[in-house]
């Protein structure tokens, strides 16, 4: 019986400079994994590089779409590289390919008005990930690592409202 489109798997991603937030949905309500990967340099340099980083995940989840947040034109050179890393990886695996923007997903989360309004949502609606739920960040703070595991569950949870338009990889 072949699935349908609202139980398809998605691997989204919320790529950064030094890191990305990865969550993995078969449909929108089955969270099935979620965490975040680090490569930073230096002398605490990870060994494994983020291109294998992303290789692993598409061969041990097998998604039906990889859903990318877009890069905004100001983002970092690293940050970008890796975008298009993992799209061609996904398209070497015939994999599809959504970029999702900001827009998208603040239209699918309109009641909520910031990032830390979404997280909250989404720690709702998934109990799985309260636990991961940053505390709330004061103004001189970075932000969490973990906010990332948001971002991509926001990214796969705008796709399935049907709020993104395809666009080409």
Known sequence: MPKLAAEERVL???VRRSTFGFAVFEG??????WGVHSF????NAVKVPPRKKLANLLDEYIP????VRGCPA???DARRALSIAAKRGAAKRGIRVRTVSR???NRTFADDRNKAMIAAALSIRFPELARMLPP????WKSEDY?????DAAATAIAHFTGKTKPRSA
Do not use: Q, V
């Open 12 to 14: 989204a991603l919320d």
């Open 28 to 33: 929108p309500d089955r969270l099935l994994d």
């Open 40 to 43: 930073r340099g230096g002398a």
């Open 64 to 67: 039906a779409t990889l859903l």
């Open 74 to 76: 100001n983002a970092a």
């Open 103 to 105: 827009e998208e997903i």
């Open 136 to 139: 709330k960040r004061k103004i």
């Open 146 to 150: 973990r906010m990332k595991i948001f």
